[in-house]
């Protein structure tokens, strides 16, 4: 990402004045970047997954941009896994397309050399598939890439290949293989699809896009998942259908009712926002920036919008053209 990209820019300035400010910084394979995570004095906050009540932490990270090859680019990936370790983030968001293919290999080596295969939640996703071997085929593929036998989550990645995939992650789920299964989909014309899968497949975990620039997923889809006992893992919760919602905050200080709730940054007001529908399971917005995923989980502690924090909340957005 370029460091001259104004939303990368103001994100950096915020945190530097906020959460990171006065953190060490430290060199070397597997030695922390950033020092300790700066909000443990307060507890982070989970939900529990409505089929079986365990509960995750309510921030995670997604992982579509680690295609690191080198140790130079894996480093601040282990150091976000570490951070997560330390505060008790767990979510774990990937697919076998993410990263250029690389995501799932980058994420076993990481998790292999921090000891830490035990401390998170893997949730991954399987493509399209033709017939039920090129499914197979791709399912041991994600858990060879992983480095494990078995998976928290799999989801079918954008509702392809539901009639294939589905009926096989219930063989696996039952054999012990994966906890949870799931879909996932990032467009609001497949909406229509996936509640009926939600409503006829018995379905422990979806996978949408939700923010407070993009609202479409709550008119039906999360009403829906909460009546039928899904878990919700939110994407994309800065974008929205005009772009993101950095690109309109630009240098804009936050509002004063941000403080009610804890927020010092947009990025904290705005994945709040999201966690404050109670559908809403787990945010991931994705990073491959320590310094970034530090401001993220800063959102899994202290107070959520009310009511009418999130009617202000939308104002503020709706007034600013999104």
Known sequence: MNL????????????????????GLAVGRGAPLFGEVATLTQEFMTRPIPGTGERLPIVGVGTNQWGARSEEEIAPLREIVRLMKESG????????????GRAEEVIGQILRELDARDDVFIATKVPTADNREEAVASLEACMTALRVERVSAMRVHFLDGVEILLPILREWKEAGRIRYLGVT??????????????????????EIDYSVLDRAAAERILPLAADHGVAVVVARPFAGRRGGV?????????????????????????????????????????????????????????????????????????????
């Open 4 to 23: 001259a990209d104004p939303q990368r820019t103001t994100r950096r300035d915020a945190i530097k004045l906020g959460l990171l400010a006065g953190a």
């Open 89 to 100: 983030a767990r979510f774990i968001d990937t697919a076998r397309i993410y990263g250029r």
């Open 185 to 206: 989909t990032m467009s609001a014309e497949q909406y229509p699809e996936l509640e009926r899968l939600i409503r006829e497949e018995n379905l422990d975990m979806i």
């Open 246 to 322: 950095f690109s309109l905050v630009g240098d804009r200080p936050l509002p004063d009712f941000a403080g009610e709730i804890g927020a010092t940054s947009w990025a904290q007001l705005c994945l709040k926002y999201g966690l404050s529908h109670p559908a809403v399971t787990v945010v991931i917005p994705g990073t491959d920036d320590p310094e970034h995923m530090v401001d993220n989980m800063g959102a899994g502690r202290g107070d959520l919008p009310d009511a009418d924090l999130r009617r202000r909340i939308e104002q503020i957005f709706d007034e600013l053209g999104g």
